[in-house]
């Protein structure tokens, strides 16, 4: 997605009562979450003007990933930690159209992801 390689990002694995706090401070939402994501700079997909930044931090609760039973854990952090990229590169989907775009994207780079494992 051309974003510059010396960008850096964080992932952090935490527990359900930690990022209940952080769904609460931050989004202003009730209970856990799976994956929450906090952009830092502004890094942009595709944007020749990215330089090294700090893209931000994903924070995922595995505990709760795991009660979605729709595939492994393991499939299931893959996909939230790609879901969680997306959105500090500025991807949304809180609209159909935006959710349509950033989902097939997200669908596209699992496959890739998956392909070369």
Known sequence: ?????DCEMNIRLVTE?????LHIKWMDLPGPTDVLSF????VKPNSKSNGPGI???IVL???????????SLTKELELLTVHG????????HAEAKEEESMFKLQNELLEKWRATR
Not at 17 to 21: A, G, K, L, R, Y
Not at 39 to 42: G, I, L, N, T
């Open 85 to 92: 990229v997306l959105h500090l590169l500025g991807f949304d």
């Open 61 to 71: 609760c595995p505990a709760f990933a795991e009660r979605n039973e729709k595939q």
């Open 17 to 21: 009562p930690e990022i209940t706090e």
């Open 39 to 42: 952009p830092m700079d502004e």
């Open 1 to 5: 997605m051309q974003v510059h390689p």
């Open 55 to 57: 893209v931000g931090d």
